[in-house]
């Protein structure tokens, strides 16, 4: 079956440079969430589009902004790279919000030097 | 906001024995709630979700229960095999948004 694509899986960024990841949810599911996490730490929520609107904002620094697509794909901008941005970045996608599993992708690796 | 707490340390349990892994919440109780495994630099994996009204739930080897008295749901692995070994989140919704325990970092060891 198919599962939620992230790309690029691996990224390697200096400070203050710009850094951009996709998410392609699994097909016909229309809600797609981002996720960080940091080595060691559980996954942290940034912020979830359902049907190409933002529906819940989390800890997204002013710095990230996102948003998704008229094909329910979704992009996640950041700027200005500091050195804490480093992370594994998912994306995860559900068919609507209240009761329904979430699917992970298996995460975008960002590393800031 | 949600807290939600799991077991603070690792699990290290002996091949073939049962691990019961612990998510507590602080604050209301959530409609569901839902168990992810993850693999390190892997993504979460859905495993199981059980809803308020449900007392247990049983999956092949993995069951969960669910006690909104409490506040406190577990995960039991039966039979645990050392491919079990990893680290295991509950999650509750809260909004349209997921939040995570810390996880529990569960070894079985041959």
């Known amino acids: 079956a198919a599962g939620v694509i992230q790309s690029p899986r691996h990224l390697i960024k200096e400070k203050r440079e710009t850094a951009t990841l996709k998410c392609y949810p699994i097909?016909?599911?229309?809600?797609v969430y981002w996720y960080q996490q940091g080595p060691g730490q559980d996954p942290q929520f940034l912020i979830s589009?359902?049907?190409?609107?933002?529906?819940d904002k989390g800890s997204i620094p002013d710095r990230f902004s996102a948003q998704q697509f008229s094909d329910y794909h979704s992009e996640l901008n950041m700027s200005s790279l500091e050195l804490g941005d480093s992370a594994l970045y998912f994306c995860a996608s559900s068919f609507g919000t209240v009761g329904n599993t979430i699917y992970f992708g298996e995460g975008s690796w960002l590393t800031v030097v | 906001s949600q807290k939600i707490e799991q077991n603070s340390e690792a699990l290290n349990i002996q091949e073939g024995k049962t691990a019961t892994l612990t998510c507590n919440y602080t604050?209301?109780?959530?409609?569901?709630l839902q168990w992810y495994r993850q693999d390190p630099g892997r993504g979460p994996v859905f495993l199981l979700l059980?809803?308020?009204?449900?007392k247990e739930k049983r999956k092949e080897r993995l069951k969960v229960t669910f006690d909104t008295t409490l506040k406190q749901s577990l995960f039991h692995i039966t039979a645990s095999q050392p491919a079990d070994s990893a680290t295991y989140l509950c999650a509750l919704p809260t909004g349209n948004q997921f939040y995570f325990g810390t996880g529990t970092s569960l070894t079985v060891i041959p």
């Open positions: 604050n209301y109780s959530p409609a569901y």
């Open positions: 589009f359902y049907e190409k609107m933002q529906s």
């Open positions: 059980i809803r308020e009204n449900e």
């Open positions: 097909p016909r599911h229309d809600t």
